[in-house]
């Protein structure tokens, strides 16, 4: 009988002749994995002046692995560096000995870090739900959510924590002590935030509800896997804590609400004026990703609770284990951390890195066990009706489960750009190749967009941009604040000692201008000048009609141009009277 066939095929627990099923549903994981990988890496190698947006801040300080002469006495490259993890230094500088530049190295990454937390995600589903269609929804629903993100794909540290964290949590579940403690490890060295959340985990193992309350749990193992789990994140955090940074302190709460930088069109808003958007929906500061449902078939995982108790209708759920629990501790875990967060701010960075990938690995999950059960009281609805309309049965049956595996394959076909990896192109190829032949201490001061490839593509020093605008460390980002003060007050200024004075403060070698950089549009527009006090008053300037005294010195100073550049040379304005 078909409905029988299909249920053995698609919904039947597995046993020990179900091998070939177990390979079937893995191999079309992979299968997809790999899939959505190469169309990253298609999009990565689309331009070879390419690099994904986050990436810009992450990696192009690594260039001094291959020349370490680059980037001297450099605020932003030291700072970067700096805050970069253990273990993420390492990879690239060993990879970097071997001549793979890290540029190249970060495009093929999220390819190998996909097919990882691929198998991970499948085995984990497995150990709760011992369905493999199961294990191949989260995997794929999984995969969709990662490249429908783009923190895989950004090769920075939050992309290593996806399979490390995967990797904690099926060990766990294995029972597998060491691989468990060497998947913490991993997670300290890439992505330290997440040994709290692993920790709380462990803890919360130690918990059962017997007999109608919380009891502590009698199995030894718990406790030893506890112990050498938190053993293990105590070692690998222990450096970070007494590590002091020289871009220190961090920022507390109170100088944070003082900077407009972390308020509605700040660059790092976090304080917003409804407390749904702070405490809800928030980047920064909110418990809920805003592409938590997406894909949007997730948003199946959120029905698995009211059909558990209905077992009579969903039979499979007789067939869960023991280790549904773990996505209850996962849960209370991050929750935990997040308030943790909000309460120490920004001391544990932000209070939305502990949510956002735990909800994911949640929702991913329990949208597969959701919708495996659903299918499964569908086949044994067809399969136990009456004769005579068996057949009635069995087609919407096949319909509806027809209709639930097209909206989960097909759905990033609707999807524009998918998958959306957010890679920045660098098109001023002749822009680049002029920065390369000065000398590698030059310091580049603009406020263009432009700017922050140049670390990247040209290989050369900048006073400040956007993209490097990061205002959680005190003493990096005073400096930095200062000097995009004076730097749109000296652009701005009719006074034409201000732009010297300014050239000689920072020993400016070349100052980038857009070719529409002195009308008060261009400023006007840009929300992150519009921060600072300077730019409203550079908007208020330019309106009046007065004329930049920089401005002046394009004529005779500009020693490179293209269609929407202009560099002046630092040495020429200085002598201009």
């Known amino acids: 009988m078909l409905i029988s066939s299909l249920y053995k095929f698609l919904t039947a627990p597995i046993d020990q002749k179900s091998r070939q099923r177990v390979i079937f549903w893995f191999s079309l994981s992979m ?86 937390c691929t198998y991970y995600i499948f085995r984990i589903c497995l150990e709760i739900l011992p369905v493999p269609m199961a294990g191949f929804i989260s995997a794929l ?20 924590v996806y399979p490390f964290f995967l990797a904690f949590l099926y060990y766990l579940l294995r029972g597998s002590l060491v691989r468990m403690g060497i998947a913490i490890t991993l997670v300290g060295l890439f992505y330290p935030h997440y040994v709290f959340i692993a920790s709380g985990i462990l803890i919360l193992r130690l918990i059962c509800w017997r007999n109608g309350r919380f009891q502590f749990s009698s199995e030894k193992r718990d406790f030893l896997f506890c112990k050498v789990g938190l053993g293990t994140a105590f070692f690998v955090l222990l450096p970070y804590a007494f590590t002091s940074s020289e871009f220190g302190p961090t920022r507390s709460r109170e100088s944070a609400m003082q900077l407009r930088e972390f308020y ?195 290989q050369r020093s900048i006073l400040l941009g956007r993209e490097y605008a990061i205002p959680y460390q005190v003493g990096y980002y005073n400096q930095f604040r200062q000097r995009t003060i004076d730097l749109i007050t000296a652009q701005y200024s009719s006074d034409l000692a201000d732009v010297k004075n300014f050239i000689q403060k920072y020993g400016i070698e070349f100052w980038m201008v857009h070719r529409g950089a002195f009308t008060p549009e261009y400023v006007e527009n840009n929300s992150w000048l519009m921060q600072y006090e300077s730019a409203q008053q550079a908007v208020t300037f330019l309106k009046l009609g007065y004329i930049s005294a920089l401005a002046t010195t394009v004529p005779t100073c500009t020693v490179f141009q293209n269609d929407d550049l202009l560099v002046l040379d630092g040495k020429c304005i200085l002598q201009k009277e």
């Open 31 to 116: 299968t997809f994995a790999v899939i959505y990988g190469l169309m990253a890496l298609k999009k990565a190698f689309a331009n070879s002046l390419s690099i994904q947006d986050d990436a810009r801040q992450h990696i192009f300080w690594m260039q001094r692995f291959f020349n370490p002469d680059l980037f001297p006495n450099d605020l932003i490259a030291d700072y970067f560096q700096s805050v970069a993890p253990a273990g993420y230094t390492w990879l690239y500088k060993s990879a970097a000995t071997i001549g793979i530049n890290p540029l190249l190295l970060a495009k093929i990454i999220p390819l190998i870090l996909g097919l990882i």
């Open 141 to 160: 629903v999984m995969n969709q959510a990662i490249w429908m993100k783009d923190d895989v794909a950004s090769a920075t540290p939050r992309a290593f």
């Open 264 to 458: 509605p069109n700040g660059r790092s808003t976090f304080f917003h004026v409804h407390p749904k958007d702070f405490w809800l929906t928030g980047k920064r500061s909110g418990i809920f990703p805003k592409s938590l449902f997406t894909p949007a078939t997730q948003c199946v995982g959120l029905l698995l609770p009211f059909l558990l108790p209905f077992r009579f209708t969903f039979p499979l759920v007789k067939n869960l284990t023991s280790g549904i629990w773990l996505l209850v501790h996962l849960l209370v875990s991050s929750l935990a951390m997040f308030f943790i967060a909000h309460a120490l701010l920004f001391h544990l960075h932000l209070p939305s890195r502990y949510t956002g990938l735990s909800f994911r690995i949640i929702i991913a999950l329990t949208t597969a066990i959701a919708l495996t059960l659903i299918l499964d009281a569908l086949f044994n609805w067809a399969e136990n009706r009456q004769n005579n309309s068996v057949k009635y049965q069995t087609m919407i049956s096949l319909t509806l489960t027809s209709l639930v595996m097209a909206s989960l394959l097909l759905y990033p076909a609707f999807v524009k750009g998918f998958p959306l990896v957010k890679y920045k192109v660098g098109r001023a190829t002749d822009l680049y190749k002029f920065f390369q032949k000065q000398p590698e201490d030059i310091l580049i001061a603009s406020l263009s967009e432009e700017v922050n490839l140049l670390p990247t593509f040209a």
